[in-house]
């Protein structure tokens, strides 16, 4: 009697276990689920379909010193625009395919490198030093006052945003891209 009691026990507790198991996958689920839905809205070609959002204006400094205005850069070009630091390993780790598409494709496109100058952790020196050390040839400005990351909500880096000739984010990407994704969004600007 006292085994078949031991294993009524037995049979309850991995029946509940398996059905906590069902709830418990079928929550991971719908979850996983959503948070790919949203994904796949945010990127490609499905953002493009979404309202324009037009791209947010900022000052900067370029390499000798001299205030700039986002806008005045754009031209009639469209734009991409990265935020980076030389301390962050994946900004170090896209920076060579941005260097390739940037002598690719820099008639076509204008390339802003904006560089996250918070005169603690990067300073305009470590920044520009980083880059004449890479031998880098893209265009570098420097948010010394944080105006740039605060309008683009740059919150981690890197950070690119795909602009296009009428001054309209249409995609943007968190974390290093590969080069050959960069160059896939540089080809949806253009065309």
Do not use: H
């Not at 603690?120 to 570098?140: C, H, L, N, W």
Request: hydrophobic content about 35%; glycine content about 6%.
């Amino acid at each position: 009697m006292k085994q078949q009691t031991k294993l009524i026990g037995i049979i309850i507790i991995l029946i509940a276990l398996l059905a906590g198991a069902f709830v418990l996958y079928q929550n991971l689920s719908k979850k996983y689920k959503a948070d790919t839905a949203s994904e796949e809205t945010s990127s490609g070609d499905a953002t493009e379909k979404q309202e324009a959002v037009t791209a947010p204006d900022f000052n900067a400094e370029d390499a000798g010193g001299k205030p700039i205005n986002f806008f005045s850069l754009t031209g009639k070009k469209p734009i991409v625009l990265n935020f980076w630091a030389s301390w962050c390993p994946p900004c170090k780790q896209e920076m060579p395919g941005f260097e390739a598409m940037y002598k690719k494709y820099s008639g076509k496109v204008n390339f802003a490198m904006v560089n996250m100058t918070d005169g603690a952790r990067e300073t305009k020196k470590k920044a520009s030093s980083f880059i004449k050390e890479q031998g880098y040839t893209f265009p570098v400005y420097y948010d010394t006052e944080q105006e740039a990351a605060y309008n683009y909500q740059a919150e981690s880096l890197p950070t690119t945003y795909f602009i296009n000739r009428d001054g309209e984010i249409v995609s943007g990407a968190r974390g290093a891209m590969e080069e050959s994704a960069l160059e896939a969004q540089i080809k949806k600007l253009i065309k």
